[in-house]
């Protein structure tokens, strides 16, 4: 079975839609190689800028091959070296969040691992809080204009 590339047939509504990602945010964390790498270009190709995160400064090198790539998909990216297992990191990236985006995150990809399970978990939920936040009020800016 051939791999064709899909083309909406011409006037159709697919063909005309816009890109709904276009223009977000996404903070993917562990995104300096890998599994996070190959999904922060991808959503970068859709047009979806990234907030990227590794812990380890040596991967700094890779990070910065991974911003290269979205630099040239044509979005902004910034990347942080935060252990998300810490409060004061985990501060850091949403200061980043705030400070590089404007305020406004619309993806969380949660990639990051580490030594203990208890402790990623406990992170991964500290983000996901603290992203609620954020969104809930993006959304309630956007219901009161």
């Known amino acids: 079975m051939s791999q064709e590339k899909f083309t909406p047939k011409e006037g159709t509504y697919l063909e005309k839609r816009e890109n709904p990602l276009r223009g977000k945010v996404a903070l993917i964390t562990g995104?300096?190689?890998?599994?996070?790498?190959?999904?922060?270009?991808?959503l970068g190709k859709e047009g979806v800028n990234i907030l990227g995160n590794h812990r380890d400064p040596q991967?700094?090198?890779r990070a910065q091959e991974v911003a290269e790539a979205l630099s040239q998909a044509g979005v902004h990216s910034?990347?942080?070296?935060?252990?998300?297992?810490?409060?004061?990191?985990?501060?850091r990236l949403f200061e980043t969040v705030k400070n590089s985006?404007?305020?406004?995150?619309n993806i969380l990809v949660l990639n990051a691992s580490g030594p203990s399970t208890q402790v990623n978990v406990d992170a991964a939920n500290a983000l996901v809080d603290k992203a609620i936040e954020i969104i809930r009020m993006i959304s309630i800016d956007i219901i009161k204009e």
């Open 78 to 91: 910034e990347f942080v070296i935060a252990d998300i297992t810490k409060d004061e990191d985990r501060q």
């Open 31 to 42: 995104s300096s190689r890998d599994v996070g790498a190959g999904i922060a270009i991808a």
């Open 101 to 105: 985006f404007g305020s406004k995150l």
């Open 59 to 61: 991967k700094a090198k």
